[in-house]
Structures are given as C-alpha cells and as structure tokens.
C-alpha cells in the first residue's frame, strides 16, 4: 500500500503547519500532530477532549532517531528495536531535555515507537525529511476514554469535524493498542499488555519482564479501568453462565448484544449474536469493530463471553476487563 504523492505532501504539509492528521498503524489509528511541536501537540488533548497529563507515544521512522528523543538507553531498548520494529511495541525511556511537557505529560521519560504500517512509515519518512526531529505524537484516535479506532471510517466517527485529514490505510491488522514496556528503570516492566507478549520479550531481553499491576494513580491512561468502553454498558460473563444469564435478561425485557467466541447463538437468544474468531490474534483483530458496532444497536447490554484466562489471550483479556469496568 502506497500514498498518493498529492496526499502525502498534504499530510506533511499539515503536520508541518502544526496541524492534525490521522493515520493508520498496525494497532489502531493515531491522531498525529508534530511532537516537537508543543502548540500543534495542545490540538490533539483538545481534539480528544484528553487530560493534558496523559503522556503520548512519539512515533518514528526507525530506530536511528531513538538518541535524538531519549538518553541512557539501555543495551535490551537497542536489541527490542532490533527484534520488534517496525512493530506493536513501545517503549519507555528516559527522555532527552528538549522533549517537551506537552508529549511526556512532564515526566522524565519518553514513549517510543516505529509502526509496523506502510503508510505510517511513509509518512514518517517524508516528515523526517522536512524536519529534523521526525517525531509524530499520536495516541488512539479516539474521544477520551472511548474505543480505539481500527478503520478510517470509526475515526470519521470519532473525530472527523476536529481533523482535516485522515489518511486511510484500511482496516488495522494488530487490532489493540502496542505493547507498553517500560525500560526507564531498573527493571522492565510491562505497563500495557499486548501483541507482543512477556515471553517474546523476554526471548529478547533474558529475562521475564516485571508486569504492572493497575492500581493507583496511573502512569499509563490506559490503566484507568474503564478506558476502551462503549457507551453501552459491558457485562463479561464465564461462558457457562451465558445462556442462563441471557434466558433471565430477556425475561426481563432487556434487549442485550453478545460476542462470543465458542458459544454460537441458540433459539430464542438475542438477534444481535456476534461471533469472534476463537484464537487471541483473530479475536484482538476484530474486537473494536465488534464493540463499536454493537454501540450501534440501540442495546441496553453488550454481554461478552469470556475467553480463556491464559498468557497467550491476556492483552485480550486486559481490554475485556477495561470495556466490562
Ligand atoms: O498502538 C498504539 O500504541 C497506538 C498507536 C496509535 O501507536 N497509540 C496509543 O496511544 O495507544 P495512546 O495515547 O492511546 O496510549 C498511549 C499510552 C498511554 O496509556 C500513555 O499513558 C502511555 O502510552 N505512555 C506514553 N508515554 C508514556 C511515558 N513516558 N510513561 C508512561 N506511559 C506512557
Ligand atoms: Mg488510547
């Protein structure tokens, strides 16, 4: 997949004047300003309606710019990079003097990533090429708090009187948010889990990564616990209390939506039955789009069935959890 040239030059352009644009990655679609560009960052908490001390992640052309935009990195920081990017990964640094407020939320450290989208790396390289710093700030280009958006049409939905381009790069293939490791301390920590999980990482790194445990106040926004939400609201149930809990909601009139993953739809169950592929990597693919579609429905209750409790589903289960909050 390749840009219009026209497109492309319109998107720097834009970004150059300080202004928005959103983009397709591997994960879901940013909303993309300068980084080192204060005034152009403040547009994206605006557009968001974001706390303004929500760090963002800076998104680069390769891994040649890690040093203009963090210090101190680690020897694992320089062999993840290697490994992973282009790819679903973050990571935290700590950041270089020149790295303003506005993009670290006014911590010392720095979020850091290459995605794995033709696209993105396009338009990062044509960025870098008419600025020196090269640095794209984007988070998830949705409203605050709201589901992350894996197609150009979900952010039209979600922001598209506040930006004035949106470069579509189709549907994304990861489907949730980057993997988030921290590498600013002593040991790594997985703040956010994701595609890329704590074994492959620690293939990498030698040793298993420490994992965060979201309580207290958040470092990341995406540990507040009713972050990815729909407007409607979530129940997540154990796939053996489906049926039951369903039979009992429409006794009472309650008109509910479900997404399973191994339970296909009886007689007599809700019309709105989604199924979801039943392996982590198909299921995280299509989980927004299932979600934001269901928001749709005009449903009182989206009721979700659980899926396996194991490392290999835990970024999946992570962003159950945080829709079900
Ligand atoms: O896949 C992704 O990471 C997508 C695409 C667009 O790259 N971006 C994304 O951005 O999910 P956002 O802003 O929705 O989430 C970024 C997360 C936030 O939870 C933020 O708190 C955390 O990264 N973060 C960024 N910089 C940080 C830092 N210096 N320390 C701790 N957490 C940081
Ligand atoms: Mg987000």
């Known amino acids: 997949m390749s840009l219009d040239p026209a497109l492309l030059d319109r998107a720097v352009a834009l970004l150059q004047a300080g202004e928005l644009v959103a983009l397709p990655t591997e994960t879901v679609y940013g909303l993309g300003a300068d980084a080192a560009n204060p005034t152009a960052v403040a547009k994206i908490f605006a557009a968001k309606g974001r706390p303004a001390d929500h760090p963002l992640i800076v998104h680069l052309p390769g891994d040649a710019g890690l040093e203009q935009w963090a210090r101190d990195i680690p020897q694992g920081a320089w062999d993840l990079a290697e490994m ?27 979020g850091l990533r290459v995605p794995g989208h033709p696209v993105a790396l396009e338009l990062l390289q044509a960025f870098a090429r008419v600025n020196p710093r090269g640095g794209i700030a984007a988070p998830s ?31 994304c293939q990861v489907g949730i948010e980057s993997t988030i490791i921290d590498l600013s301390r002593d040991r790594p920590e997985v703040l956010r889990p994701g595609h890329i999980g704590p074994q492959l990482l620690a293939e990498v790194l030698g040793d298993l990564p420490a994992i965060h445990q979201s309580q207290g106040a958040p ?5 507040l616990e009713s972050h990815y939400a729909p407007v409607t609201p979530v129940r997540l149930l154990a796939p053996e209390r489906l049926l039951d809990f369903l039979t009992l909601q429409r006794h009472a009139g309650t008109r509910c939506g479900v997404l399973a ?7 007599g169950m809700p019309h709105q039955w989604r199924m979801l592929p039943s392996d982590p990597t198909g299921y995280a693919h299509d989980l927004y789009d299932a979600l934001r579609d269901m928001d749709h429905r005009q449903l009182d209750l989206i009721v979700i069935e659980n899926t396996p409790n194991t490392p290999a589903w835990a970024a999946v289960q992570d962003r159950l959890r945080r829709a079900a909050a």
């Open 84 to 110: 992973f990017w282009p790819g679903p990964l973050t990571m935290i640094l700590k950041k270089q003097d020149w790295v303003p407020d506005a993009v670290t939320g006014g911590q010392d450290t720095v």
């Open 141 to 171: 280009a949705n409203r605050f708090g709201r589901i992350s958006p894996t197609t150009a049409a979900h952010v039209q939905e979600e922001l598209g009187d506040k930006i004035s381009l949106i470069l579509d790069g189709g549907p």
């Open 219 to 223: 470092r990341v926004s995406g540990s």
């Open 261 to 267: 993953c191994n339970q296909p739809a009886q007689a």
